[in-house]
């Protein structure tokens, strides 16, 4: 069970679509969004939050955007420095602009930290709390799509995605793509240019007429393989297929996306012929990517691990699919946790926004190069109702790279921040492990979120070895129970497992005739009359052994007229309990010397037994 975990809320003025971290500082938080174009009342911000702190959250300085262009739709952030933050958004130009056919929809700007307080005095230690408003500033806006030949012009920045800068020489790539084009367009560009001015743009991908990408992402090679300075690798989905390709920033070079994997057409002669679609993709390793997919009709969401050739081909290896309440999902968030040494697995955080506004955060845990045969891949826990209404974005903050192995564990964290069309922010405060635990004598390497443990194969074999286990106990103690009460065969010999005084309280005598298959009479009133009768004339029987032997031949012989009689035919088997009636008067009698209580006892028991057999014998054959 996952430990509780510590959550802030805020309510803005303005709906949400967008948000991302300082990737340097995990207390500054930017989201935006807006009302869009020619909406009284509702305007068009990005605002600076303050998420220092665990259980509260505060806006530190807003962007008054131009309630005559549209809303912020994407949002990345591109570089931060330890008193500004530099970020891209999607933000298109008016409708009239946009008839005129120019539409400036990428957006960069570069927003001033406000001053720490100084907390030298030793009161509050809350770090993060500003004394006054930083100033902000816009830097450029480009139009790089190409201009939309639609009559109505709709098209808008649906994706704004950055790399990590590049440890070799800082280099770092971003891409932006298209939504609601005729002809769907993925741009990447060089992010470290002063403004978005100039032939900065260094690939263009144009997608199939009405096809659109559902999500694109940008992965660094030179950190984890021997190739040029400002490689990357990149992936990109449309609705049913994932391409990838890897690319160098400047060099002229034709770049020819790769099929990594498409999903299949149902068959031709099914009834539903709705194909799943992929909603969004991130990279896990350079040949790992995670893949987030809707189920036709709304049935529900799973996600997907592929792993990728030299060549960029793919082959599923692991899925997971999301809880029941979950019919779509609608965003996806995943952070990597990094170790201080060379370790041989590593694990990344991912978060799961569905239409019902739950969040489920999963852990991966898998090995920092192929094969990939010992991923783990579990739900560590379910935030359910986050938001009033539909969550637009989740990002999480960057956990960044600790110092050499040291023998002290500070607490670390990681947040993980959520919008939504109500005008909400969430910020979740995920507490991290040490691991090795400081119990142990290895040397601290990583945090992670949750404790390494066996691999999905191996818990799926535990699993069904104590599913097998235990439907095997269940089988014996249901054999032994029905061996007690006589309904069985006896197979274990479990009559000899209990005392005499338990073994009658349980068990439950069963007469059964030579021939079940009497024709002439019923069964059900064959086996109703023998086994009343015989648990009354059993009963006395034991008595009468200890008082009379003459008693216990009688009782004896009134119970073969019983079941001759029942045998024979129903007329038969009244006169015969009435002889047994007759046996139990005289059987009372002579029993004198006996408990009054017992005698009573005997002759009701009888009784009992003769009513019933008199109820029966009254009904028609095929009734019984």
Not at 154 to 182: D, F, H, M, W
Not at 251 to 271: I, M, N, S, T, V
Not at 362 to 391: A, G
Not at 525 to 541: G, K
Request: aromatic content about 6%; proline content about 7%.
């Amino acid at each position: 069970m996952a430990p509780p975990v510590a959550s802030a809320k805020l309510e803005l003025s303005y709906p949400l679509y967008a948000s991302d971290f300082d990737p340097q500082n995990n207390g500054f938080l930017l989201v935006g969004g807006g009302g869009g174009e020619g909406r009284t009342g509702v305007g068009n911000k990005i605002t600076l939050i303050n998420t220092s702190k665990k259980q509260s959250i505060s806006e530190i300085v807003d962007i008054d955007l131009s309630k005559d262009e549209d809303s912020v739709t994407s949002l990345a952030v591109a570089s931060s420095t330890p008193s500004s933050v530099t970020a891209f958004a999607g933000i298109n130009s008016s409708q009239k602009d946009q008839n005129a056919g120019r539409n400036e929809h990428l957006r960069s700007f570069r927003l001033e930290y406000p001053p720490r307080r100084n907390n030298d005095s030793g009161g509050n230690k809350d770090e993060g709390i500003p004394e006054h408003k930083g100033q902000t500033a816009p830097l450029g806006r480009a139009s790089l799509f190409k201009p939309s030949t639609a009559p109505k012009k709709e098209t808008y920045q649906r994706i704004t995605r950055l790399s990590r800068p590049c440890k070799v020489n800082g280099g770092q790539l971003g891409a932006i793509a298209t939504g609601l084009a005729p002809d769907g367009e993925i741009v990447l560009f060089d992010a470290k240019t002063n403004g978005p001015m100039g032939p900065w743009v260094e690939a263009r991908l144009p997608l199939g007429k009405g096809e659109e990408a559902a999500d694109v992402d940008i992965f660094g090679l030179n950190d984890t393989e021997d190739l040029p300075p400002g490689s990357f690798a990149v992936a990109f989905c449309t609705d049913y297929k994932v391409y990838a390709f890897r690319m160098t920033l400047k060099q002229e070079e034709k770049h020819e996306p790769q099929l990594a994997y498409g999903e299949p057409h149902p068959d031709a002669f099914a009834r539903d012929r709705a194909r799943p679609k992929f909603r969004s993709l991130r990279f896990i390793t350079s040949h790992l990517l995670l893949l987030l997919q809707n189920r036709p009709n709304r049935q529900g969401a799973d996600l997907f691990l592929l792993e990728l050739s030299s060549s960029f081909q793919g082959r599923i290896i692991g899925r997971k699919r999301l809880h029941n309440g979950i019919s779509s999902a609608t965003a996806l968030s995943v952070t990597h946790l990094p170790s201080s040494a060379p370790s041989q697995y590593s694990q990344h955080i991912i978060a799961v926004a569905g239409q019902d506004t739950s969040i489920s955060i999963f852990t991966l845990e898998h090995p920092q190069k192929p094969p990939f045969k010992s991923l783990k891949l579990r739900l560590y826990t379910l935030f359910r109702s986050v938001h009033p209404l539909q969550i637009t974005s989740l990002s999480f903050s960057t956990l960044l790279p600790l110092p050499e192995p040291q023998k002290s564990t500070p607490p670390q964290y990681i947040k993980l921040a959520s919008t939504s069309v109500k005008n909400t922010v969430v910020v979740h405060t995920l507490p991290l492990l040490p691991y090795p635990p400081p119990s142990s004598k290895s040397p601290r390497q990583r945090y992670v979120l949750t404790s390494p443990g066996r691999s999905d194969f191996t818990q799926l074999g535990f699993s069904v070895f104590i599913s097998a286990l235990a439907i095997a106990i269940g089988a014996f103690l249901l054999q032994a129970f029905t061996e007690i009460r006589g309904g069985t065969p006896e197979y274990l010999g479990a009559k000899g497992w209990l005392s005499q005084r338990m073994h009658d309280y349980i068990a439950v005598p069963y007469i059964l005739g030579n021939d079940t298959s009497i024709s002439s009479t019923p069964t059900i009133l064959q086996s109703a009359s023998s086994a009343s009768a015989a648990t009354a004339i059993s009963s006395l029987s034991d008595h009468a052994s200890s008082s009379s032997s003459s008693i216990q031949e009688q009782v004896t012989d009134t119970l073969s007229d019983i079941k001759s009689s029942v045998m024979d035919s129903p007329e038969k088997a009244k006169e015969a309990v009435s002889s047994a009636l007759s046996a139990a008067s005289a059987a009372a009698s002579e029993l004198s010397n006996a408990s009054e209580a017992y005698s009573v006892t005997a002759a009701s028991t009888i009784s009992s037994a003769a009513s019933s057999t008199t109820s029966l014998t009254s009904s028609k054959y095929h009734h019984i």
